[in-house]
């Protein structure tokens, strides 16, 4: 369980709704990530995959907050995207991630620093 909160603890104005962007490949761990970040007052755009996150900022989307799942088998393409696109535009990433290899950790310093 995680709580959310956004602005400093303040409530969100009522004509405006943060963006986050999921990127979820498991579907029932991503309903229920969705609805619970909806009733929080977010607008959600969800992705199945890295690329297609990529594809989405391509088109012109830019969310205030990207939730990014990492495969523990193979994190490295998602950390591969997220370089992409901070070049673009920073936008702040939460990794979701149940394991790591320890030397995955040293290619989030690169991203987060």
Same mark, same amino acid.
């Given at each position: 369980?995680? *709580?959310?909160?956004?602005?400093?603890?303040? +409530?969100? !104005? *009522?004509?405006? *709704?943060?963006?986050?962007?999921?990127?979820?490949?498991?579907?029932?761990?991503? /309903? @229920?990530?969705?609805?619970?970040?909806?009733?929080? =007052?977010?607008?959600? #755009? @969800?992705?199945? /995959? &890295?690329? /297609?996150?990529?594809?989405?900022?391509?088109?012109?989307?830019? !969310?205030?907050?990207?939730?990014?799942?990492?495969? &523990?088998?193979?994190?490295?393409?998602?950390?591969?995207?997220?370089?992409? #696109?901070?070049?673009? +535009?920073?936008?702040?990433?939460?990794?979701?991630? @149940? @394991?790591? !290899?320890?030397?995955?950790?040293? =290619?989030?310093?690169?991203?987060? /620093?």
């Amino acid at each position: 369980m995680f *709580r959310v909160y956004n602005h400093a603890h303040k +409530k969100m !104005p *009522r004509n405006k *709704r943060n963006i986050v962007l999921l990127i979820e490949r498991e579907d029932q761990y991503k /309903s @229920s990530r969705i609805q619970f970040l909806e009733t929080k =007052g977010f607008s959600v #755009i @969800s992705e199945n /995959s &890295p690329q /297609s996150a990529i594809e989405a900022i391509h088109s012109g989307m830019y !969310p205030d907050l990207m939730l990014m799942e990492l495969d &523990p088998e193979d994190p490295t393409p998602a950390l591969e995207v997220v370089r992409k #696109i901070q070049l673009q +535009k920073e936008i702040p990433v939460v990794f979701l991630f @149940s @394991s790591l !290899p320890e030397e995955t950790f040293e =290619g989030l310093e690169d991203i987060t /620093s």
